[in-house]
């Protein structure tokens, strides 16, 4: 039995695929979950249409994401830290941090995406990556200086 995928599956395809499956599992299992629907012309057609639209908003999904890793690969931002004798810093710089000044400068993320592995501790200028989405990733330029 032919049928045409709502959602990817994995092991099976795709969204809009047509795929050839069993009778008993496409009724029993696919279709009344919602994930596929019997292969006709008019459910092919809806398929049809359904993948363009999906492909057309992963297209700006990805361009606004290229866009956002171009923005934060030019940003540098500058974090005052108190320091004391032989400039050893009192507290870090956390992610936290990181993302106040961003939002600072009108650039809005979310905080989870800052990748800092361990907090900053120490005075100088670092490369911190930012996950923008699974195949997108930015490198941010920080500046820590005392204050």
Known sequence: MDVILLEDVQGLGDAGDVV???????????????VALRASKRNLAVAEERKRVSKMRKDRESEADYNLVDKLSKTEITIEAQVGDDEKMFGSVTAIDIHKALDGKKINIDRHAIELEEPIKSLGIYHVPVKVSAEHTGDLKVYVIKA
């Open 20 to 34: 050839a499956v069993k009778p008993g599992f496409a009724r029993n299992k696919l279709i009344p979950d919602g």
